[in-house]
């Protein structure tokens, strides 16, 4: 932790952070520059409240140093985690590819879209059966009937089911049909359902918050580890910037930067990263080629007529264009596109 | 609903996407530009999928014209709601003012900061007993034993309690000992949570989610009025921008554009809204002068100690003199401030 | 300047920086962690090139201690800065008001503005000759001869005039009628421009570019002190964030912020701030209540005819409204508005 | 043109607004909702002020359809263009890769610099003299004499090069010199800067601005093509959001969004997109996966040693890696990158 002094500090005052860092139970190295005198405290800087030192006179800036993450990072663990989860199998060169339909809407919508994708190569079934709906007004999932029917597509074409669970107390009902719990975006900082969540034997993927920086989003991820849980994929689905002709901005950085800090394998979601179906395929090339672990592509027998999300879903011919696409870039890289 | 086709759309495009309009009750309106064709298609457009007509062949964009809430418009009621829950009064000219510390700590912290808010003329306490933490290592708050002393500080100061609920399970347990529930940023949108405080018999305090569009928050506080519960205050907290001064940037203009919207009052919080203790003072005056309903401001008896957020907290003196700030503002708008 | 060594730091990296950072004759303090090793260098570390450490092996981050800026800051001189051009007075407690049209499009339209907005109580006349259009099909502006009525105007009401330039070739004819040059948002980081109005005799409205950093826009203010030019307002006019409902952002906690870190005074545009005319008045009288030093208007007699911005002007009724409402709040703070 | 009135319009509002939009000599299309009426304005709406609407009584919201350029859009021109300049061609599958120094800091620096990246497989060098730095303290290039030394680096090598020009009055020196002007991304609505390239017999590089929306991009691509020049490449280096791990978020979606919209290539600038070394490699093979038609790299001799931008430059080797990995991404496409 670096505590940054205003140039019109007292001495009583850079005396006042030094005790007070060292009641604490940190050391304090006081360097006095030509301007300002700032005071580097070392040791365990994740101790409640350290930054409220902002608060005390002659303090201007409290900067950390120390990630504040532990199990999700690189220092802990150097070597990559794989996640495998039935059919579907993410990191260390496999990228695996999630794709079906954004909700659940019927059986042979979800059946046929559970063929397709299989037929692409996909190596998971998407599908919501729980769905975080911006409108009370807007279709809210089909719930257990729709878990039923992921099921019963996982009888018939083999796929990992990944399913989003939206609440604490579904979280076991969830886990007793899905191989894959989803996490969404809006509920990326909500604890209670990451130590849910962190309880399940099953994997989760948890998908960045659109405004989340990816310290909070390691730390969301931290709650699932901490709670037990070691099966964590990150998912990046675009955060909320001043772009309009996009719906989120697809940041793909965040794969390089990320998996140099934390051992979790990174997938991308193309579909709600642009929110446009025509920009789908060419992001799908483009995460790839920047080194994402897995993808989660929106796929629907015919989007014109969705429930949800028609507006990003790529049909059936689309997908199949697109899957061609990325594996000519995952095979220029050496790696393993879905389920070949 | 304005459909927007590309120039290179076809006659057959456009055919398809009137009969798609008309087949879900919308009366098709083609106007023929120059370059271009768009379809106004007039009826209820908060239809289950109508935006996904933009994957349909020829179409560039679907603009909506209809504000997607009902029950929180101004359409639908046209006078201001004023919200009241014990000694707290917001809204039509009572700007209410809620202070006190982000957690409760103890119960010496809590109640003398109780006194310390209702001597400079508060009209709640606020307090957070379940505390959602970005890291898993913060402190996590003092749950119902919180709750409890939130409880002696009302017995003993007369002050309304506002305090945050952060999961379904807990919304009774929280409703028994509160006077206001307080929906954190970060849950703006878990459903499943809002539908919960829509069934409880206490009012709530809504905060915006940090990157939430103004339409996001306003369907977030209609999923609380669609569950039955009238009583809803919105709580601009800041947003998630580029500018790294501030934590958040916390836009003052919402106010007013809120308000010509929506009936419900909206309470600023300049706390969370700059992040900086030294910037509480200007922006609790500037949020009245714009017309706020309200305030929610944080307060500790001694934040360079706090266990969260003493970085963003007043002291006891500072309160004090924002008080005298923000009164000499209400009062020259002839507005009441807190208890007056 | 603290560089932050990555945990896989060697010791010969943490040596390789050390000798760098002193062989650019600042002092090295290596201070080593548990977890990781931080290197303060002490001494003038607005070096060329010094954050190009951050490419030598081991370092992780560079991080700035002292502000970029020296002219512009409390440092260098603490009493804050007054600035006078004719009517117009900005600074400790003078509050000045600037309003008038987007840009001059007639002598009617600019002299009508002129005695209007003199009438309501304002400081000086804004209006635009030189125009920077987002587009090359918009009015581009009357050029000489819009300044040639913007002087007629003074000549008729006595108002200082405001107007912008647009390229370094034109600072010397616009300073030979402006009292105020202004260099607009899009212009901020235009450094010849900046050069060249250092060296006019007329002072300086500098706005704040959409996306620019407060250090950024305190070292483009540097660039005109450092020119020879001392008479510099800084003009907040709104930051580009997710929010649609307003065309920009405006931060109103940049005042207090900037106002402690420079001597210069801050005006507030809150037309270009919010982008809508119903929004103006509120903002306005926050804007004074946060304790800008200033404010800057457009007015235009019939804003649905005006040929550019009309959407964010006032008609006279309204700008007399809004200086009504304003002038209680200045009052209530024992500030003086305009030309009192 | 879509004018949305409110839903308190009165009929005398909505009669004013028709007549005022055939008063310009465009067809009002009046279509009566349930709620609200809206009126399509059919016609050229490129017109100056049509926008200011929004003021007028019982106007809600004024909504753009046609795109605001000509000159660049696929609708005037539907083949890409392809630029040419030396040894640089970019469009049409040829991938150009331009790659230098940030700045010109000795012939030394820059000759060997030429050598390197035109033997990892450069088409052009690029090479700042006259820099656009954020403080007046920083290093500003090396002026005229950089200009020298850039084409002397050309005659030994044969690489086109491209340079900024950042003041309109240098815009014919800087012609001599260079094959390609670049605007950066400070300039991007400098218009007198782009008139005056307008003017050039070279083609141009033109900068997106960090908050510049794409349709202000293509208009200010127009300035320079309406001002008589065609050989105008777009570069995308990273727009401004909250994230901070990087020092821009480059949308790689832009590409895609914008090649179906504009005829003009669109190159990539990884470095500034990034802000970090270890993130150009990367994020280079990304752009060229999402189809991108060039990529611009800065590359030193000694990245940690540079006057500017060393934290985001590859010293020879990472470049050679990075041209590498690229290649293997751009053969998988059928393309042809840099000077194959």
Request: charged fraction near 20%.
């Amino acid at each position: 932790m670096i505590i940054v002094m205003k140039s019109s500090a007292s001495e009583q005052d850079i005396e006042t952070v030094i005790q007070d860092v060292e009641a604490r139970g940190l050391k304090a190295h006081p360097i006095r520059g030509t301007e300002r005198t700032v005071i580097a405290a070392v040791g365990e800087e994740r101790i409640a409240g350290l930054n409220s030192l902002e608060s005390c006179p002659g303090v201007d800036e409290v900067m950390s140093i120390l990630a504040p993450y532990k199990l999700a990072s690189r220092e802990v663990q150097p070597e990559q985690s794989v996640v495998r989860a039935g059919s579907l199998t993410v990191g260390n060169g496999n990228i695996g590819v999630i794709a079906g339909p954004c909700s659940v809407e019927s059986e042979e919508q979800l059946v046929s879209a559970a063929h397709a994708v299989k037929k692409a190569g996909a190596s998971a079934l998407r599908g919501g059966a729980f769905k975080p709906r911006t409108s009370p007004y807007s279709f809210q999932g089909m719930k257990e009937e729709g878990l039923k029917l992921l099921a019963e597509a996982r009888d018939q074409t083999g796929l990992a089911i990944v399913t989003e669970v939206v609440s604490p107390g579904d979280a076991e009902l969830v886990s007793e049909y899905a191989d894959v719990l989803q996490i969404g975006a809006r509920n990326m900082q909500n604890y209670r359902l990451l130590e849910a969540v962190g309880r399940s034997p099953r994997a989760v993927l948890l998908k960045r918050g659109p405004s989340a920086t990816i310290d909070e989003w390691l730390l969301a991820a931290e709650y699932i580890l901490d709670g037990g849980n070691p099966n964590v994929m990150l998912c990046e689905r675009g955060i909320r910037t001043f772009e309009t002709h996009t719906r989120f901005t697809l940041p793909l950085a965040t794969v390089a930067y990320v998996q140099e800090r934390t051992h979790l394998p990174v997938v991308i979601d193309p579909s709600h990263g642009t929110g446009h179906t025509a920009l789908v395929p060419s992001m799908s090339r483009a995460a790839i080629a920047a080194g994402a672990d897995g993808l989660i592509i929106e796929v629907h027998p015919d989007p014109g007529k969705a429930l949800s999300d028609g507006y990003q879903s790529l049909n059936f011919e689309q997908f199949e264009e697109t899957m061609a696409g990325c594996r000519k870039i995952a095979s220029a890289l050496d790696c393993t596109l879905g389920a070949e």
